[in-house]
Structures are given as C-alpha cells and as structure tokens.
C-alpha cells in the first residue's frame, strides 16, 4: 500500500493540525496486528517502510518472527522494529521503558541491562541500552587466542569474568542490534562475523550459505537473547529467515524534498528489492569475481537530482555524489594499511603509507552501502579515548557521544603498523570492543567490525557498533576529523541529506 501523497503534501506544508491527525493516524493502523505492505513510519526526517515480498507483515502469533520462544517474552521483533527499518532506535528504547515502567521483555536482564544482575525496572541498571540503544554480547575468549585480555576499566562490574572450575574468561561487550532487513545483500553476518558458518564470497553458493547461516543466528539468538531451554524447531528457523529474506527497508519520503522514488529518483524500499548484487560486486580491493573495475559511484539513486528544480532534492544529490567522490584519507585502519593483499596490488608493502580514498572505498556494494566482500575494519571507533595515540583517531573520537563502557587491555599482540627497521616498543590494545578477535582469537582480528548495511539510517540512531554517533552531524564530523575530509558546512548538510533519504 502506498501512502497517499497528497495527505503527506499537507504535511509538508506545515499544516501543525494535520501532521497531528497523521501521526495519530499511523500510530492507530501500526498498532494493528497487519502492517500493509510500504506501510509508512515516521522517522525524524521523513518515512521509512519496508517492503515484504511475501505481503502485508503479519505481526501476530502467526508469524514466528513475533512469538516468544524463550523463557523472557521476547521475539525476534523485541529489538526489530518494523518502525525502526526493523533495527532499533534509541527513541524506540525509551518510548518502551517509559510505557513499561522498564518492564518490556527489551530489559531483560541477560543482556538489555548493563550487567545480568540488573533489575528490570531499574534506569541505571539499563543505561546503556537507553542512553545509545546497546545490548551486551558476552562471549567467551577463545582457548587458542593469540593475545591476553584483562579489564582496564569496569564500570559495571563484569567486563570480564572468569569461571572458576574451566579458567574460561567471558567478555562482555554492548552493541548495537543489527537490522533484521536487506539481508540478501550481506557478506557476513553480524558486527563480528560470528555467525557466518559458511561464507557468502561466491556467487554459486551465496543463496545456500546465507540460508545456513541465518538458520543458525536464529537458533542463537532464541537461546541466548530469549533464554530458550531448547533451539527453535528446523520450521520454526525456516519460518523467521524466509520472513527475514523477503523483507527490504528504506527511507521513503524526506519532508522537504517529497517522495524519494519521483522524478526520476530511486530510493524507497520498492526500488531496492530490485537491485542487483552479488558476492564481490564492485569490490574495491579489486576482487569483483567478474573482472569488473572498482567505480567509486557506488551510489546512483539520486543521479536525477542534481538539475532538479527543488533545492532540496539538488543537496541531497550533491551528497550523493560527495558520497562517491569526495577524497579522505586512510591511515592506521586495520583490515587496510596492514592488509597484504592490498600491498600487493598496490605495489607497496605493510604497514601501507596512507593513501587517498573515498568513502566507497569501504562502502562499496553499490546502492546499499555494506562491503560485497566481508572486509572487518577497525576505524577507530573502539579505541578507548582516554588512551588513544593516534591524533587523527583522538580527534575523531572527540566529535562523538562515546557511550561510558569497559574497556579492555590487549597484550601480546604486535604492533600492525610498525615501520620496519624501527625500534620495537611494547605495544598495548587499549579498546572498548575486541571486535572479530574476540570470536577467531587472532591479533589480526583485533577491534575489526564490519560496516553494516546503510539503508534505512534515518530510522534507528544512534550509530556505529557502540552508538558512539548520537546523530549523523557527529558521525560526520568523527569521519572528517579521522579521515581528513575537509568538509565544509554546506557540504555537511549534504552529506547529512543524502544519508537520511537511504
């Protein structure tokens, strides 16, 4: 269903009353236990909808995604909102704790309080979850890790903790639940990649391997975050991941520029059930499987934009294209200036020099925004700001909301971008998140993450893994001052447009 237009044009306008009368409205038909297909959710700059190629999204018992199969009330949708891009927004959070009085199945102890001992209907218990929408992953340090992991800081009083009879230390992290949407376009499956069993690199596979992966996040997830005696059945798996399969989320309308599938545009959710994507697709590493050349204009959604008439529309065009094209600069990233392959093709050897990029660079599965191949980063967003050396990094974190979390000291790893022939010092990891190498235990991995999918941003802030970003004006300014970008205020505002209509 298609939202009416000229009811929104009103809205637009300004008309105070109506957008009052719109927003009861929706709030009345979301409540329903169907949600028409493109139904439209108010977000801070416009509407997201989902797309489901199964149908109008039945949000009753009849879908598996909304059963409770734990011990804890939760669902799948406990934490994926079809009102959030089917992620989950900070104000999400609140709005939830404020009607509960905390007492959601979202709060449950396990993992949506900072420590398991918290109490349900307790604010501080959960600030971490309502301050920048994070829940606590605790995983265990892998028996062949390559490093030594002790708390540094732990302001919540289990960072880390050790069982007594096996010696197996348990870490927790907080993270930003990750949309249960535009999963056909993944190259790994979550923040750390720890659910994907079987890779999502070939095309002749990528169908198969993303279903058993997925079958196997579902499992997970009802055992941990449902707290369930016992794993979903096989029908129950298929039933959750065939519905997360047909779903597609994405910025509808902008309210000053209008619908963002007119004139010539492509966004919306409709348009991207429609783009085409495989495994590698414009890598920029220069992995394509099909031989094709890195373009750094991942991004052509907003092409016919850039003469439109509208001013707003133009900007958000222009920030398209400063999306593709604007130089940064890339140093001390691992996953990048200590990659080997990338020396190679570049001719060069590691730790690699810094060198120009775009923010395609790492953003380069075109018109959606994630890595085509699976390529975990560390930006520096993790890094521990009391402790960090890198000025650029330090700078970057300034520019953010960085959320009060433990933070965790690395030992007996070496240093990735240490200059050859120069002395060798002790080198220290001081990082709120070991990242990937919390789950494969290698150096290598240290505070690398994925960088998720970029569809349907408007939605569900704050941002990054941690929710260091408390909007996209600091997540802007981490990346201008990080990488160098230079930007100027109005180029900001263009950036910010762009990234709210995806």
């Known amino acids: 269903m298609r939202p009416n237009r000229g009811f929104f044009s009103w809205i637009l306008q300004g008309r105070k009353w109506l957008l009052v009368a719109g927003i009861l409205a929706l709030a009345t038909v979301a409540s329903a236990a169907i949600i028409p297909n493109l139904f439209p959710f108010l977000d801070p700059s ?95 340090v892998p028996a062949n890790a390559q490093y030594q992991i002790q708390a540094e800081r732990d302001p919540y009083g289990c960072a880390v903790v050790t069982d007594e009879s096996t010696g197996v230390q348990t870490v927790s992290v907080y993270r930003r639940p990750l949309p249960t949407t535009n999963l056909r376009f993944l190259s790994s499956v979550m923040f750390d990649g720890r659910e994907t069993i079987q890779p999502l690199t070939s095309a002749a596979t990528f169908q198969q391997n993303l279903q058993t992966d997925l079958l196997q996040q579902a499992i997970d997830a009802t055992l941990t975050h449902a707290q369930a005696a016992e794993p979903p059945t096989l029908a129950q798996q298929t039933a959750i991941v065939n519905f997360e399969l047909g779903l597609n989320s994405a910025q509808s309308l902008d309210f000053r520029a209008g619908w963002l599938n007119f004139a010539g545009a492509l966004g919306g959710p409709l348009n991207l059930s429609n783009q085409a994507y495989y495994p590698g697709t414009n890598d920029s590493l220069g992995a394509d499987p099909e031989g094709n050349a890195f373009n750094s204009t991942a991004f052509t959604i907003f092409a016919d934009w850039e003469t439109s008439p509208d001013p707003m529309r133009r900007k958000i065009a222009a920030g398209e294209k400063l999306f593709n094209t604007r130089a940064l600069t890339i140093s001390n990233v691992r996953g990048l200036t200590d990659n080997a392959a990338l020396a190679k093709a570049l001719g060069t050897t590691v730790p690699i020099a810094p060198f120009a990029g775009t923010c395609t660079t790492c953003h380069d599965a075109p018109n959606v925004g994630n890595h085509s191949l699976p390529l975990a980063l560390d930006i520096g967003t993790g890094h521990d700001p009391v402790a960090e050396s890198d000025p650029l990094i330090a700078n970057g974190l300034s ?96 950036f910010s447009a762009f990234l709210n209509s995806l």
């Open 399 to 494: 520019q953010l909301s960085v959320p009060d979390l433990p933070v965790y000291r690395i030992t007996g790893c070496p240093n990735p971008f240490q200059v050859p022939g120069q002395p060798v010092a002790p080198y220290v990891i001081f990082t709120t998140d070991p990242g990937k190498g919390l789950v494969s235990g290698l150096c290598s991995d240290m505070v690398r993450t994925k960088g998720p999918i970029l569809r349907g941003l408007a939605s569900r802030a704050p941002y990054f893994h941690n929710g260091a970003a408390r909007d996209l004006n600091e997540l802007l300014e981490f990346y201008n001052q990080r990488f160098q970008m230079n930007l100027t205020d109005e180029e900001k505002e263009q």
């Open 46 to 140: 416009g509407l997201i909808s989902s797309y489901n190629a199964n149908g109008p999204i039945d949000e009753g018992t009849s879908n598996v995604f909304f059963q409770s199969l734990g011990s804890n009330g939760r669902s799948c949708g406990t934490c994926h909102l079809a009102s959030d891009g089917f992620g989950l927004g900070v104000t999400s959070v609140r709005e939830k704790f404020a009607a509960t009085q905390g007492n959601d199945p979202l709060f449950a102890s396990i993992d949506g309080a900072n420590c398991p001992t918290g109490t349900s209907n307790d604010r501080a218990s959960h600030s971490l979850l309502l301050r920048s929408g994070l829940i606590r992953i605790f995983l265990p």
